[in-house]
């Protein structure tokens, strides 16, 4: 018999705002949300002291990307309008975003933990998962060293499972956020496992859940029990098997080190819908700066695309896309701004514009695109001697 494996999954603690709060630790044990403009930085004033911007003063259509524990418990959270986040807690302070410094931390934490344990996968911004089956140590004392190690490396905390896979290692860090440190074997699924929502396992999304309590279906448990060709015939033969696998905790799925990305983008919601006759001159400059910034998202992952594609959401919420390949890959901003441009050219323009994006697919690594072009002779890069 093989001893299950061990595997953790490891997220940062209300991560945007936990890094800025290294920045402005005076803000600790405060409701902060994260999702302000630049203006919205805080003020030195002269007599030394700050000026924060609360969310009353808000005014616009941002979101809050994430907020303190202390702002969750007045209700605020992800995804929620700042609006409507200073109905519920005016006095809340409001930070501007800052992804260069989140990414910074990003790689640090993941650095800390990939040097005890080297087999990680990246999730995003601020998750992993971990092998630690082969990892010499106990489970516990392992998980804590490894916490420890994002803490000495960034000053910030983060929350651990370990179980035998990626399903229930996902679902188990989140079991007692924040600083939480989880372990769950088989024998615990019942108990700890069965009682969740069955949102809480990452696959069931608000669709698919709301379909499952339509049928009666809304813990982990009661999915366990359903007959699994009954599930089947609801949801279709794949994801209703994975269903059935997902409730009863089964996920052989391997640990994957090394992903490319199959596409860049980048899109900005306008502050006021703007219109492409009335506002052109607004909507080209922010067109071209969205291109010029996935086109240094290509040059960074050093990655080149070929299918340029645009994103349209009009004032009613609709959205269209329109994309274009082209018979060369690039990571050049005026050939995706031409080419976006192209797009551009097959949308209806009559209704408002709400939001714009810009996307590069089919993407291929740099350094493969110029090892094809070379010349037989040339490729491996020796000398050759004549
Ligand atoms: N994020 C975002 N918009 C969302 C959700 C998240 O911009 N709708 C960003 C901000 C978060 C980060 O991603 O800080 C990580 O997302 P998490 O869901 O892990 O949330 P937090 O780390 O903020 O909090 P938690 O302690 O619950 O993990
Ligand atoms: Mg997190």
Redesign the pocket.
């Known amino acids: 018999m093989t001893l299950p494996r061990r595997i953790a999954h490891l ?7 936990s890094v800025e709060l290294l920045r402005y630790p005076q803000l600790r044990g405060q409701p902060v949300v ?1 999702g302000g403009r630049s203006v919205d930085a805080p003020k030195h004033l002269p007599d030394g002291s700050w000026r924060y911007a609360r969310l009353r003063d808000y005014v616009g259509r941002g979101v809050i ?2 907020a303190t524990y202390e702002a969750r418990a007045l209700g605020l959270g ?2 929620m309008g700042i609006m409507k986040g200073a109905k519920l807690a005016p006095d809340a302070v409001l930070l501007p975003v800052d992804f260069d410094a989140y990414r910074h931390y990003s790689r640090l934490f993941k650095a800390a933990a990939a040097s005890i344990a080297p087999l990680m996968e990246d999730r995003g ?3 992993i998962y971990l092998d630690l089956t082969d990892v010499p140590g106990e489970t516990r004392e392992l998980a804590q060293r490894i916490k420890d190690a994002v803490r000495a490396a960034t000053g910030l905390s983060c ?1 651990i499972g370990v179980t035998p896979n990626k399903l229930l290692a996902k679902i188990c860090s989140d079991l007692d ?2 600083d939480g440190l989880t372990l769950l074997g088989r024998e615990d699924i019942p108990t700890r496992i069965w009682p969740l929502p069955a949102r809480k396992i990452n696959g069931i999304g608000p669709k698919a859940d709301e379909k499952l309590a339509a049928l009666g279906i809304k813990t982990i448990g009661e999915l366990a029990a359903a007959d699994p060709l009954w599930l089947q015939e609801q949801f279709g033969r794949s994801y209703g098997s994975w269903l059935h696998e997902a409730a009863h905790g089964i996920d052989e799925r391997p640990i994957v080190t090394h992903s490319e990305p199959k596409s860049v983008s980048r899109e900005t919601t306008f502050e006021h819908d703007l219109h492409a006759r009335q506002d052109r001159s607004q909507l080209s400059e922010i067109f071209t700066r969205l291109c010029v910034r996935v086109a240094e998202d290509l040059m960074r992952k050093e990655v080149l695309g070929k299918t340029i594609g645009i994103k349209l959401r009009y004032d009613d919420f609709s959205t269209i896309t329109r994309d274009i390949t082209l018979p060369e890959a690039t990571a050049d901003a005026a050939t995706i701004r031409r080419a976006a441009g192209e797009c551009l050219k097959r949308v209806p323009l009559q209704r408002r514009l709400r939001l714009l994006g810009v996307r590069v697919g089919h993407l291929e690594s740099r350094a493969d695109i110029e090892s094809a072009s070379m010349q037989p002779g040339e490729q491996g890069g020796l000398p050759l001697f004549e």
Do not use: L
């Not at 997220?11 to 705002?17: I, P």
């Open positions: 997220d940062m603690d209300a991560f945007y705002a994260i990307t994430t992800s995804a911004i601020d998750e929350s956020k924040p």
